[in-house]
């Protein structure tokens, strides 16, 4: 299982468009975000490239969706926090 904080790096690099934001975001500095993505990446032999503005996964997705879904079924069964999945613009809502 990758570890909650690869996953984390991961998804909020995509999300955040940086890994400078994501590191930000995650109270670190970007080398250990970029350490934490090139993990993930490795472990699940995907690739990330820019497309139009916006960074996008290459490769087999199943094996990250899995790992998503786990991750996802320990937070609901109170391993770790819950995570909200939803566009920005809900997020004040959801907060609330």
């Known amino acids: 299982m990758i570890p909650l904080e690869q996953l984390a790096a991961l998804d909020l ?5 940086t890994g400078k934001a994501a590191a930000q975001h995650l109270h670190t500095n970007q080398s250990t975000v970029s350490r934490q993505l090139r993990a993930v990446l490795h472990t699940l032999d995907l690739r990330l490239v ?15 969706a899995a790992e998503r879904w786990v991750h996802q ?5 109170g391993k ?6 939803g566009t920005y613009a809900s997020g004040p809502w959801f907060l609330e």
């Open 50 to 64: 820019r497309r139009n503005g916006q960074r996008r996964l290459v490769g087999d997705l199943e094996l990250l």
């Open 73 to 77: 079924l320990a937070r609901l069964k």
């Open 80 to 85: 770790a926090p819950l995570r909200v999945e």
């Open 13 to 17: 690099s995509l999300w955040l468009g």
